[in-house]
């Protein structure tokens, strides 16, 4: 009798669930799967914090899968979800953290992805006095790296699981004659900023995130086809990747997949 397939739990964006879903290699048994969360929002910031009444979220018309994200951003369940999905892998990527973040006068930390900001939640009585802080700042940073400490005592109650990155960079070029902005808004109405700010957060992100867990497994394409796609079809953006990325994503995964037990 073979071996049931490897479970994988996925913190990522639909860069990756793109590239996997489009590129013609679909995740094979997906034990755990969230969006829109950043590590500095991943988990409660001290034990003990209050999350928000889940009842908000059920109540939202919203997609399921986004009200499972929501859910999970607001009540802080996912390390409880990863203990019992049990994974042997864990794929991630950082494209998440482009949104500013969101701190409530409880402690609980937010990240204020399209999602939440299209949900309404934010002017709900449980979000009010939450104070924006800004991705690009010092202090967004320095939430992040306490994040990022959290998860790694996450990940060691997971000691059998396998960490993958998905690592990339915003596109710098679009495929054909279409020019990418030198500086946009994140969300509609926010204020503008420079995309190459943004590309060397998402590298420094990066590099930090191996440099605590050196063992960690990259998925990359190679850099040439790193390229924004002007017929996407949620339109042209830094991470809205042509389909030869895609395939080279899904290929590189399909080799891996291979090494899974």
């Known amino acids: ?129 939450a104070r924006r802080v800004p991705r690009l700042s010092a202090e967004a940073w320095d939430l992040w790296e306490a994040g990022l400490a959290r998860f790694a005592a996450l990940a060691t109650s997971l000691p059998a699981c396998r960490i993958v990155l998905h690592r990339f960079r915003w596109a710098r070029r679009a495929q054909g004659t279409a020019v990418l902005p030198a500086a946009l808004a994140i969300l509609p109405g926010q204020p503008i900023v420079r995309a190459a700010d943004h590309d060397a957060l998402l590298g420094r992100l990066q590099d930090r995130f191996l440099a605590v867990f050196p063992g960690t497994q990259v998925l990359e394409a190679p850099p040439e086809l790193c390229l924004a796609d002007p017929e996407h079809r949620w339109g042209l953006s830094p991470l809205h990747f042509v389909p030869a990325y895609h395939r080279a994503i899904a290929e590189t995964w399909h080799s891996l997949e291979g090494t899974l037990p």
């Not at 913190?11 to 590590?39: F, H, K, Q």
């Open 1 to 129: 009798m073979s071996a049931p397939p490897a479970r994988i739990a996925m913190l990522a964006s639909c860069v990756t669930r793109e590239a996997l879903l489009t590129g013609g290699r679909p995740l094979r048994s997906l034990a755990a799967n969230y969006a829109r969360i950043s590590l500095a929002s991943l988990t409660a910031p001290f034990p003990g914090c209050p999350g928000i009444d889940p009842g908000i979220v059920e109540r939202l018309d919203r997609p399921a899968a986004v009200r499972h994200w929501l859910r999970a951003e607001l009540c802080k369940t996912v390390p409880h979800a990863l203990a019992e999905a049990r994974p042997d892998v864990l794929l991630l990527d950082f494209a998440e953290e482009r949104f500013d973040l969101l701190v409530l006068p409880s402690g609980l930390i937010l990240n204020a992805s399209l999602d939440l900001v299209e949900s309404g939640l934010l002017e709900t009585p449980a979000l009010a006095g």
